[in-house]
């Protein structure tokens, strides 16, 4: 089950899932690394992961499927292990507290995915608006007897209002494909304004006005509740933690607008989905693109049913160009803090797609605490 690359590498890292693309295999070689990639499908237990562990193991990669806590950390800890890098930006998974009380450092691959996830909230914005995966089905199913003025009736975005609730990179993206690309108003939330976020919109609405053109606005909204009563599409871009485990609730899903569309490429979690699902019964006009849920991968009763909800598995940052990227900013946290280099201290990831990276580990988020930052 667990397949082994440069046996005779110093340095044992195991790797909880066979990994897109070719080049993070290579950097981890290159800081003389056995690599033990685990084969299976199947989402591994802790017992698992701790079995491989075993008695000897420098670094980690892991899935944020996994939980690694108190146990695995413990483990690793034993094993000789410093570092653990997540394949994936959200690190909800991860108890980061129990990771530092060990002195390991934590890895995650931030700024590779920004773009195409953005992508992704914007295909379930339009898929939700449009009906696009009711209509696919409606045609496949032979129902299709000719064109109808009222055929699958949709929404139109252009210059309505969009909100954005956490506006960090892959939110500040978003807003900015919509608030360009379909001239729509924009109200955000976020724990403080985003300065370049808005300085950027600045620019582009000021040119926009300076055509005499009203259209596209922005704001900032001191409360989550703001954005909900104003926006037509409010997608979810906060990370997954205690202050936004269900956030949006059955009261605040009765604040949004009956006819607006909630998109989620975030955490499940932070939709109340039982809630939702009751909420969707009840406004067959409200939609829903949904690429994560609460207890992935199974779907809340209900949910399934739904003709006003669009869900896909958890494929936000599925392009092979951000894969791969992940892959490569994982390796490069394990193999950096290994070879001993310092914490990258920019917010740029793309020098280390570049071929001359630099000698730093991308993205550790408890490096201050480890006290790992040049
Ligand atoms: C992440 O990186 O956190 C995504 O959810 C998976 O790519």
């Not at 944020?64 to 034993?78: P, R």
């Not at 108003?185 to 370049?196: D, S, T, V």
């Not at 871009?237 to 998109?263: G, S, V």
């Amino acid at each position: 089950m667990w397949k082994i690359d440069h046996p005779t590498g110093k340095r044992r890292v195991i790797v909880t899932k066979e990994l897109p693309g070719e080049r993070w295999r290579e950097i981890l070689r290159a800081a003389d690394c056995r690599i033990e990639v685990c084969q299976s499908r199947n989402i591994l237990s802790e017992m698992e992961i701790r079995q491989h562990i075993g008695n000897r193991c420098d670094g980690a990669i892991g899935q944020l499927t996994e939980l690694w806590g108190e146990v695995l950390f413990s483990a690793l800890k034993n094993a000789g292990g410093v570092v653990y890098s997540n394949y994936a930006v959200g690190y909800n998974n991860v108890d980061v507290a129990s990771a530092t009380k060990y002195g390991i450092a934590v890895g995650n691959t931030p700024g590779v995915l920004t773009e195409t996830t953005a992508e992704m909230a914007v295909a379930l914005t339009f898929a939700a608006a449009r009906r696009v995966v009711e209509a696919d089905s409606y045609v496949r199913s032979g129902q299709f007897t000719g064109w109808q003025p009222d055929l699958f009736l949709g929404k139109r975005l252009y210059r309505k209002t969009v909100g954005v609730i956490g506006a960090g990179r892959i939110g500040s993206a978003y807003a900015k494909m919509m608030v360009e690309g379909f001239k729509m108003n924009l109200i955000y939330h976020n724990p403080a304004p985003n300065a370049a976020l808005e300085a950027y919109l600045k620019h582009y609405t000021d040119f926009r006005h300076a055509q005499g053109d009203d259209y596209p606005t922005f704001r900032y909204a001191g409360s989550i509740d703001e954005v909900l009563a104003q926006a037509d599409v409010i997608s979810l871009h906060c990370p997954l933690n205690d202050a936004t485990h269900h956030l949006l609730n059955a009261e605040r899903l009765a604040q949004m607008k009956p006819n607006a569309i909630l998109i989620n490429t975030s955490r499940g979690a932070v939709i109340d989905e039982r809630a939702l699902v009751n909420h969707c019964r009840c406004h067959p006009d409200f939609r829903v693109g949904l690429d994560v849920f609460e207890d992935e991968p199974r779907l809340t009763p209900g949910l399934a049913e739904l003709p006003n909800v669009t869900i896909v598995p958890h494929i936000a940052s599925a392009s092979r160009w951000a894969r791969e990227g992940m892959a490569t900013l994982a390796a490069t946290n394990v193999a950096a803090i290994l070879r001993g280099f310092p914490v990258w201290n920019q917010e740029d990831m793309s020098p280390f797609e570049g071929d001359n990276p630099p000698h730093a580990a991308p993205s550790i988020v408890n490096a201050v605490e480890l006290g790992l930052l040049s």
